[in-house]
């Protein structure tokens, strides 16, 4: 009897539950970090999870053993590309030490913003009863669905864009001089309905400096070429992918920037086929030429799990030319494996033919160009190992003037070498590599390392603070660089960075052996709209020797 019962009532006693079920649908606000190449940040998670670009995200650690209240922010990402279920992130401060297995949570308006939208999604497609007093009931059964308002991320319009004013001095001459520029930065999601996106970050000059003085190309001017900023379509419920812009590759972020477009489509639920053009502006390429034109086609495949086994690969080839005349042929490859939270493994690589006009030997087949292998091991929150290999057979062509910066260091080791990052309190981690380097031409091999420490919470100094040394023999010189940045978030509306160093290079591609530097920037909030932005850089480079004051004033939307 009770069986029966059970039977005939039990549909109707679950069906409310299931229908509140249905429409309360679970958004994944926490993520972690599978991955960390080429100055990009990697998350275990995508537009599956509703990730899209222009979210931010928190990124924090948690000491093993550690309760919750333990837990030490470590700094903000954004997402700038995202994959089925993989994202690439950029940190708000490139010197923030990220760690891999590192928790990364949703902000809370991100977080609620998703929350709406799924909820709108499950609602649309859940049938609704509506009562009408009047009208033919045949056509009330007809009536599936009711109005909606629309999805909280259509018309999303965040950014801020500010008018700068430069004052530069040039010690050597003596003239000062002045430009004009606009900083931009843009977070738009859904434009007009659709799934297009424009977001990133931009800052460059749109007048001519005065007075006289020859053009000095500032470190600042350097560094504004490092950022990405685009126009991006990634709808869910399509095959078709799309970018234009200056992007890192989603599928292969081992090609460093570009300047252009890219097209892809995915097939079925692990492979995704596309098309890219474009320049190469970023002087933080390894292959890094402005004039370069650049055109190719990739496969990616992705499968499996982070929490057990993922594996990421693809395979591509492309053309380059130089000032419109032909340069090489590439093939180039980009895999990564990902064992749980504790080993991971990555690997780039590039073979190329000589265009035969580049050629002085004779040899136009195909040779190893690039290559660059690391292995990881977490082995708990406080301690990870990684022994890598990097090869180039020609000598690299970044941009000397960024070494003290920090953004080279993935350049200065040719060979083997070994690095470890250790945090044995919440407020110190220690950082280092070691590895050898024997070029064609040196009678023996010589010692690279280097070598720093992040301090987050050290008594009596109101910064976070990263101290770094490095000592290099490689291809394109030797010498050393010193650093010290500093970085205070003072509170919602104040945020200041100080940065300093020294570099040494003996080198045939730079006249500037040594060279001194120092940067300091704020950010002012002022109300809820207006933004006050200042700075200030000092370079004594012999060959360049220039003071750079710089002062905005922006909206913020």
């Not at 509506?130 to 308002?149: C, H, K, M, N, S």
């Not at 424009?198 to 007048?207: D, E, I, K, L, P």
């Not at 660059?372 to 290999?389: C, E, G, I, P, V």
């Not at 004594?540 to 002062?551: H, I, P, T």
Request: overall charge positive; aromatic content about 12%; some cysteine.
């Amino acid at each position: 009897m009770i069986r029966r019962l059970w039977l005939v009532m039990g549909p109707t006693l679950l069906w409310p539950v299931s229908l509140a079920w249905a429409q309360t649908p679970t958004v994944r606000t926490t993520y972690h970090v599978k991955q960390i190449a080429s100055g990009a940040v990697y998350l275990d998670g995508g537009t599956n999870d509703g990730l899209t670009e222009g979210m931010r995200l928190t990124v924090s650690r948690l000491p093993p053993g550690e309760p919750q209240m333990k837990r030490q922010e470590i700094g903000e990402i954004t997402v700038v590309a995202v994959a089925s279920i993989s994202a690439v992130c950029e940190a708000k401060n490139p010197a923030i030490a990220i760690l891999l297995g590192d928790t990364a949570e949703l902000s809370p308006e991100d977080a609620q913003l998703l929350q709406q939208v799924r909820t709108s999604k499950s609602i649309r497609h859940t049938a609704q009863t509506v009562a009408f007093t009047e009208g033919d009931p045949i056509e009330e059964e007809l009536r599936q669905y009711v109005p909606r308002p629309p999805s909280p991320a259509v018309n999303r319009v965040r950014g801020r864009i500010s008018f700068e004013e430069n004052a530069i001095l040039d010690r050597t001459s003596g003239i000062a001089t002045m430009q004009e520029g606009i900083v931009l930065r843009a977070d738009m999601t859904r434009i007009g309905g659709t799934y297009w996106n424009f977001t990133g970050y931009w800052r460059g000059q749109f007048t001519q400096r005065h007075g006289g003085a020859a053009t000095v190309t500032t470190l600042q001017d350097i560094l504004n070429r490092t950022y990405q900023i685009g126009l991006y379509y990634n709808n869910p419920n399509s095959r078709y992918v799309a970018g234009i812009g200056r992007f890192l590759l989603p599928w292969a972020p081992s090609l460093s920037t570009i300047d252009g477009a890219y097209f892809a489509r995915r097939v079925g639920k692990s492979f995704t086929t596309g098309v890219f053009l474009g320049s190469t502006p970023d002087p933080t390429a390894w292959n890094y030429d402005p004039n370069r034109q650049m055109a190719g086609a990739f496969v990616a495949y992705e499968h499996g799990s982070y929490d057990t086994v993922h594996l990421s690969s693809t395979a591509g080839l492309a053309v380059t030319r130089s000032h419109w005349h032909p340069e090489r042929q590439f093939v180039f490859f980009e895999n990564t494996l990902v064992m749980g939270s504790k080993i991971s493994i990555y690997h780039d690589l590039e073979a190329d033919r000589l265009a035969p006009a580049l050629v002085t030997n004779g040899n136009t087949g195909v040779r190893l160009a690039r290559s660059f292998l690391t292995l990881r091991f977490q082995l708990n929150k406080a301690l990870s190992l990684d022994f890598s290999h990097n090869y180039f057979r020609d000598v690299p062509t970044f941009d000397l003037r960024l070494l003290g910066t920090g953004l080279l260091d993935q350049f200065l080791f040719q060979g083997f070498s070994a690095g470890v990052k250790v945090s044995p309190t919440q407020g110190a981690t220690f950082y280092g590599n070691l590895g050898s380097n024997k070029r064609e031409q040196d009678p023996k091999a010589a010692l690279n390392y280097m070598g720093g420490v992040i301090f987050t919470r050290v008594p009596l100094i109101p910064f976070r603070v990263d101290l770094r040394y490095s000592r290099f023999n490689s291809t394109f010189g030797s010498g050393s660089y010193e650093s010290v940045t500093l970085t205070r978030q003072v509170n919602d509306r104040l945020r200041f960075d100080l940065q300093a160093g020294l570099q040494t290079i003996n080198s045939t591609f730079t006249n500037q052996s040594r060279t001194k530097y120092g940067s300091a920037s704020l950010d002012y909030l002022i109300r809820t709209h207006y933004i006050l932005g200042a700075g200030w850089t000092l370079y004594r480079g012999g060959a360049q020797n220039y003071d750079q004051l710089f002062l905005n004033f922006g909206y913020r939307f």
